[in-house]
């Protein structure tokens, strides 16, 4: 199957999917057929707005992925809701200059809150896939002003092959590292930078989550979306 249908029957959460990379994540789940469960956390209006847009099979639930008991009922809501959760694509992250936020809590939410989602969905009958959310600086050492933000993507990236490893044959483990798409408030990258000369677009990244959702003989692979930057200067 392939299309509107590839998706059909599936069940997708998506963290910090009202907004942003996470809102075309989800449309592109929801296009392939499958039913979403938007996270969020601050973004209601926009998780709601969500809802109206996708239509069919779509719930949201909020919570702190900082903390863990509330990681644990945004889970659990989701699979009581979808009857299980298939496809976990851990989006939610915080990004932030050295110093702006408590380093514990970044790596709260930014590494500790998508192994144990991940971990609650391999611990399903049956299993799922998960979708790491990295970021192409992982083809780099963490250096420069977001380097704590870069460490806690570089550890979630080293724990994708052990995991598949550990989780076979029931659940896929696979990352999707985009370059700069969106670039946030204090960052600063030109398009013209990257090898490709064209900043990724929302879709494209959403393009790749649903592609490794979709591919069953795919596992513990990181896809950049970074129009080239992993390869570095030429
Ligand atoms: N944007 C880019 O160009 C880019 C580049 C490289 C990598 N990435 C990665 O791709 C993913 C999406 O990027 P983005 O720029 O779209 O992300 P973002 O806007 O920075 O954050 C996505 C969502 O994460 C949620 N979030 C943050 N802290 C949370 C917490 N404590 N509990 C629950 N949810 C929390 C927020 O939800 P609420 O708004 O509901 O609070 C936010 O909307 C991230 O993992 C990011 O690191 C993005």
Request: aromatic residues 4%; neutral net charge; contains cysteine.
């Amino acid at each position: 199957m392939s299309g509107e249908d590839s998706l059909r029957g599936k069940s997708a959460l998506v963290t910090g999917g009202s907004r942003r990379l996470g809102a075309a994540i989800c449309r592109e789940l929801a296009a392939r057929g499958a039913g979403v469960v938007v996270h969020y956390r601050h973004s209601e209006a926009e998780a709601i707005a969500m809802n109206r847009v996708l239509q069919h099979g779509v719930f949201s639930v909020r919570g702190d992925l900082a903390n863990p008991q509330e990681r644990a009922w945004v889970f659990r809501e989701a699979a009581e809701w979808m009857g299980r959760v298939d496809i976990l694509v851990n989006n939610a992250a915080r990004f932030a200059r050295d110093g702006e936020i408590d380093p514990a809590r970044l790596r709260a939410v930014n590494v500790e809150a998508p192994l144990d989602l991940a971990r609650m969905l391999a611990a399903q009958a049956g299993g799922g896939c998960v979708i790491q959310m990295l970021d192409a600086r992982i083809a780099r050492p963490a250096e420069g002003p977001f380097r704590a933000y870069a460490a806690t993507k570089h550890e979630l990236a080293e724990s994708v092959a052990r995991l598949a490893r550990e989780w076979a044959p029931g659940t896929r483990v696979n990352g999707v590292a985009p370059g700069p798409v969106l670039v946030p408030e204090g960052a600063r990258e030109a398009a013209g930078a990257l090898p490709l000369g064209r900043r990724p677009t929302p879709e494209d990244v959403a393009r790749a989550v649903a592609f490794l959702a979709e591919n069953e003989s795919v596992t513990g692979q990181i896809l950049f979306v970074d129009g080239g930057q992993h390869l570095g200067k030429g």
